[in-house]
């Protein structure tokens, strides 16, 4: 069995993970925990400010003792917004301060995207950004400090509740605005958005990979343990060749 940990903001879209980890072997295990809000609440995914409160390293590392009481051989912070708003080497803090709580490897979304590109050789990349201008700007910059070229950003500038409402036809939409711009790959950065269900869809519509962030997320994971599964439905990235074959 391999166990994989995963602290939540909270917000929308937590039926993803179950839905993955039926994708994937049966050995292996998908926990997620919300993350510590502390006193001042949780994460509006719409307001910088709750985000990066909520990715506090201290608040991550606080939520740690419940996955590593489940066996979790990694842990994930499973926020794009309150792992990039940190910048680059603030979010390599978030990542060393919560694997020296959990003692296991540790890494966040937005690292997860990176590595994911960098999976596919997709080194040119298009953000379909649910966030605002602001935000969507600062997430192309932290995968630019990661060495991929960023061709276009589209900006929806919706709160995550509204995100979390996205049915299929508003993801492909989404991914659309920035499709025809010579991507390699086509990013949809928000954990808040249900993206498992209509990946199959996403990709043959775009006709190239879709790298979404709760399947980045889990996928980082799986990596952070040496695991590598072939699991069709969850996209390109799960189709490489596999370390375990499911």
């Not at 994911?116 to 966030?131: I, K, M």
């Not at 979404?212 to 590598?228: C, I, K």
């Amino acid at each position: 069995m391999t166990a994989l940990g995963f602290l939540h903001p909270g917000h929308c879209a937590e039926d993803d993970y179950p839905r993955i980890e039926q994708l994937l072997a049966g050995d292996i295990r998908v926990d997620l925990v919300r993350a510590d809000p502390g006193k001042d609440g949780g994460e509006d995914g719409g307001r910088t400010d709750a985000s990066l409160r909520l990715g506090a390293p201290h608040r991550l590392a606080a939520g740690v003792e419940q996955l590593r009481l489940s066996g979790a051989e990694a842990v994930v912070w499973a926020s794009t917004r309150g792992s990039f708003g940190y910048g680059r080497e603030g979010a390599h803090e978030q990542v060393r301060t919560l694997a020296t709580a959990a003692g296991m490897p540790a890494s966040s979304t937005s690292f997860a995207f990176v590595h994911a590109a960098r999976e596919l050789g997709a080194a040119r990349v298009a953000v379909g950004a649910t966030y605002p201008d602001g935000a969507a700007a600062q997430f192309a910059e932290f995968l630019r400090a990661g060495g991929l070229e960023v061709t276009a950003v589209h900006a929806a500038g919706v709160t995550a509740e509204r995100a979390g409402a996205f049915g299929e036809a508003e993801v492909l939409a989404l991914a659309r605005a920035v499709d025809a711009f010579g991507a390699d790959a086509v990013l949809l950065p928000d954990t808040a958005l249900h993206t498992v269900a209509c990946l199959p869809a996403l990709e043959r519509e775009l006709g190239k990979p879709v790298l979404t962030a709760n399947q980045v997320t889990v996928w980082e994971g799986l990596r952070l343990t040496d695991r590598r599964v072939n699991a069709p439905e969850l996209g390109a990235l799960f189709r490489r060749e596999p370390i375990v074959q499911v």
